[in-house]
């Protein structure tokens, strides 16, 4: 299995237009950048090997990958039009999920407990979702809907009556052929030129073409976990959610985040 991780973004809710700030990857957390703790997590779960889509500050980034002896475990896209809408960032990554291995998606600004990736890599759902019970109210989370216990629908705004509402944290596991159909499905939105969207929407357009059962879903929830949108979530995160993580990605050593003032709301995986 190989990770397809996004980190070309700028960051613009969490910085504004200070863009004297280094990528949301590079963010320290008691001594340890959130790529270090996702290299250490991934390794520690047997994935193979990290692809990640670089456009702001790439250079930064390689050069961490190289401080904590990563180059030969990740391999780096590079999207030019990083700016552009994330979908591009999603669509520069379509030939390696045209490869033919499984792939294990995720985002680079999630503050997370290892056990939320074991669960994940764990799952006997060859194409599986996270789910958080503990969501909060808003068109902020990304939202991923049951019926029957299994995924239906998917998104931010969503509409219909389900069986339980409940918070993606960002990670999806999926075999090689829904891979492939998640290349496609950002294809066809660059060709209709669809570049404001979120790669969520190519997401749920795989989700509901295919038939019931093709997705399954893991229950995360008491898992800590928190998604950095906002300066707010920075203090959250070293407040609330870094004391509660254990595992091989917490064992590092002194310095603390440097968190902004307080502003906006994040997004926090309660338990």
Not at 157 to 168: A, N, Q, S
């Amino acid at each position: 299995m190989k990770a397809l991780m996004l980190a070309a973004g700028v960051g613009s809710r969490l910085y504004g237009d200070d863009y004297r700030q280094p990528p949301k990857s590079l963010l320290r957390f008691a001594g340890a950048t959130l790529l270090e703790r996702h290299i250490r997590v991934l390794q520690s779960v047997g994935v193979d090997e990290l692809v990640m889509v670089l456009g702001y500050r790439h250079d930064e980034i390689l050069a961490e990958v190289r401080a904590i002896g990563a180059r030969d475990y990740v391999r780096s896209l590079y999207n030019p039009r990083f700016r552009g809408g994330p979908i591009l960032s999603f669509w520069t990554a379509r030939e390696v999920l045209r490869e033919g291995a499984p792939v294990l998606f995720m985002d680079a600004d999630v503050l997370y407990d290892p056990r939320l990736i074991e669960r994940l890599v764990t799952s006997t759902h060859g194409n599986c979702f996270l789910l958080d019970q503990a969501i909060e109210p808003g068109d902020e989370p990304v939202k991923l809907c049951l019926r029957d216990g299994l995924p239906v629908d998917f998104g931010k705004k969503v509409e219909g009556t389900f069986d339980m509402i409940g918070e993606w944290p960002g990670f999806l596991t999926m075999t090689p052929e829904i891979a492939a159909r998640m290349a496609d499905a950002a294809q066809a939105l660059v060709d209709e030129a669809r570049m404001g969207v979120t790669y969520e929407v190519a997401m749920r357009d795989v989700l509901v073409s295919e038939p019931p059962g093709t997705f399954g879903v893991e229950d995360i929830t008491g898992i800590p976990w928190i998604e950095i949108d906002f300066p707010a979530d920075l203090l959250r995160a070293e407040k609330k959610i870094l004391p509660r993580i254990v595992g091989p990605a917490h064992d590092t050593h002194d310095a603390a985040a440097h968190p902004a003032p307080m502003r906006g709301t994040g997004r926090v995986g309660h338990g």
